[in-house]
């Protein structure tokens, strides 16, 4: 038991390990902040609304370390898998890279938000990152599913039955 509790341990602290937890953190921390942040504001609750906001905020700026890990490991993840998938792993790895700013964009949006919202002010930002949230989570969905495409290859091939 001992032993598995270290393995995990070195695990957790591998970049190749890491970058993969950290992945999908965006995609499921804006769908939780989104559906909290959307009861939060139909119910009136403040703290609620500033305890989604502040899930969304971190599960943007999570893209930060993510990015860094997952170039740390790259040049392992490439050694380990088929040559021809070198080019689609450089070029996803690219693709969220170019796309970052978005995140980056929401996460500030949401700091500013949550300063508004512990002042008592911006309610109509709330509005403003509901819309951004929902558009950012959508945008998240596509980024998993070209993930997925690269990793998984049976995706692409998949038709479903008539």
């Known amino acids: 038991m001992w032993d598995e509790l270290i393995h995990l341990w070195s695990s957790i ?3 190749e390990y890491l970058h993969l937890l ?3 953190l965006p995609l499921y921390g804006l769908g939780v902040g989104l559906v909290f942040l959307s009861f939060a504001m139909l119910a009136g609750e403040r703290k609620t609304r500033v305890l989604a906001i502040l899930v969304i905020t971190l599960s943007c700026a999570s893209v930060w370390p993510y990015q860094i890990l997952r170039e740390e ?11 021809t998938l070198g080019p689609l792993i450089q070029d996803q790895t690219d693709r969220r890279k170019r796309y970052n700013w978005l995140y980056y964009t ?8 949550l300063v508004l919202q512990l002042a008592g ?6 509005g403003v990152m509901v819309m951004g ?6 945008f ?14 049976n995706i692409i ?5 008539r």
């Open 13 to 15: 602290c591998d970049p």
């Open 22 to 24: 950290l992945e999908s």
């Open 73 to 83: 490991a790259s040049p392992r993840i490439l050694a380990t898998r088929d040559p």
């Open 106 to 113: 929401l996460a500030v949006a949401g700091a500013v938000t």
């Open 121 to 126: 002010k911006g309610k109509w930002f709330v």
């Open 133 to 138: 949230t929902a558009a950012l989570f959508w």
């Open 140 to 153: 998240s969905i596509w980024m998993h599913k070209k993930e997925c495409e690269v990793y998984h290859r």
């Open 157 to 161: 091939k998949y038709r479903p039955p």
